[in-house]
């Protein structure tokens, strides 16, 4: 059975820095994608960062990148999300997902939510003007 344990999240004042993990268990390969994903109240889900497990390849989207950043521990099986200069609009929900890979990192970089096979409980960040 797999499942993703998320961990993290909190209150944060507008250009602080948190830090979520995920880890992963049960899942019956070696290679496969991972994902974060954002929740903003009202709105819809959508991909921020995706990485290729094993692979140690991420991808990042615009509205992230430079600020947020991916680490996998392989030996543990957990993915981190480092975000700092948090803003207000990344207050939300943030969940991570897996999908299959077929050994192709290019399908890491397609953080569409429909296409994600399994999904933490996600952990909520607030971030404060």
């Known amino acids: 059975q797999v499942q993703l344990v998320e961990s993290g999240g909190g209150s944060v004042e507008a250009g602080g820095s948190l830090r979520l993990s995920c880890t992963v268990s049960g899942y019956p390969a070696d290679y496969y994608c991972l994902g974060w994903f954002h929740h903003p109240p009202g709105k819809e889900r959508d991909g921020v960062a995706g990485?290729?497990?094993?692979?140690?390849?991420?991808y990042y989207m615009p509205s992230v990148k430079g600020r947020f950043t991916i680490s996998l521990d392989n030996a543990k099986n957990t993915m981190y999300l480092q975000m700092d200069s948090l803003k207000p609009e990344d207050t939300g929900t943030y969940y991570c997902?897996?999908?299959?890979?077929?050994?192709?990192?290019?399908?890491?970089?397609?953080?569409?939510?429909?296409?994600?096979?399994?999904w933490g409980q996600g952990a909520q960040v607030t971030v404060s003007s």
């Open positions: 990485a290729y497990v094993h692979g140690n390849t991420t």
């Open positions: 997902a897996a999908k299959p890979s077929a050994y192709d990192s290019n399908r890491c970089r397609y953080l569409i939510p429909t296409t994600f096979t399994y």
